[in-house]
T-cell receptor, first 113, second 114 residues
Framework: DAKTTQPPSMDCAEGRAANLPCNHS???????VYWYRQIHSQGPQYIIH???NNETNEMASLIITEDRKSSTLILPHATLRDTAVYYC??????????????FGTGTRLKVLA | DSGVTQTPKHLITATGQRVTLRCSPR?????VYWYQQSLDQGLQFLIH???????AKGNILERFSAQQFPDLHSELNLSSLELGDSALYFC?????????????FGSGTRLTVV
């Protein structure tokens, strides 16, 4: 059911920007892109979400292409604590009556010292 | 501490048994979601409750059931347990029905069936 494609793993040097790509070529006009991460076996943590505009918060930036078929999550200065599995999820807005998130297999990001 | 409380944190039980997992959502959150994560597997959506009412169902087995009580806590009941039910079970909560601003997950219950 996952509508997104992510690379299975990536490495990033500590202090550098981590750019995690996500392909969602079948996204519809009312579907949002959400990013979560899961550190080890902890509960997933919400990071950011967006519809068509780029978004930034204290954790990360989300860049969505103009055609909305792909996006990139950017962690500007990765630390060892950012080592986690990152999930990109496409979810319809609430007007569709669907409220569940479908998680794919995500990208396992390893931040290297 | 995310504000979502799950108990117990760990549970070991035998095949054929029944267990109950409990979730207390963040204060003020009306929605509770349950997910299952088997070893090296992704998160599988099980069920969603909003203010006591079931709103969406995923790949939840018939041996599993859930409910949300008037005080908004939720319980996930797993019966006739099999080895394959060993997994992490997460609940998450959100304020509104749509969860447009994301869920908050608890730290999970690790169930081991032996």
């Amino acid at each position: 059911d996952a509508k997104t494609t992510q690379p299975p793993s990536m490495d990033c040097a500590e202090g550098r920007a981590a750019n995690l790509p996500c392909n969602h070529s079948t996204i519809s006009g009312n579907e949002y892109v959400y990013w979560y991460r899961q550190i080890h076996s902890q509960g997933p943590q919400y990071i950011i979400h967006g519809l068509k505009n780029n978004e930034t918060n204290e954790m990360a930036s989300l860049i969505i292409t103009e055609d909305r078929k792909s996006s990139t999550l950017i962690l500007p200065h990765a630390t060892l604590r950012d080592t986690a599995v990152y999930y990109c999820i496409v979810r319809p807005d609430s007007s569709s009556g669907t409220y569940k998130y479908i998680f794919g297999t995500g990208t396992r990001l390893k931040v290297l010292a | 501490d995310s504000g979502v409380t799950q108990t117990p944190k760990h549970l070991i039980t035998a095949t054929g048994q029944r267990v109950t997992l409990r979730c207390s959502p963040r204060s003020g959150d009306l929605s509770v979601y349950w997910y299952q994560q088997s070893l090296d597997q992704g998160l599988q959506f099980l069920i969603h409750y909003y203010n006591g009412e079931e709103r969406a169902k995923g790949n939840i087995l018939e041996r599993f059931s859930a409910q949300q009580f008037p005080d908004l806590h939720s319980e996930l009941n797993l019966s006739s347990l099999e080895l394959g039910d060993s997994a992490l079970y997460f609940c998450a909560s959100s304020v509104e029905l749509s969860a447009n601003y994301g869920y908050t997950f608890g730290s999970g219950t690790r169930l081991t069936v032996v």
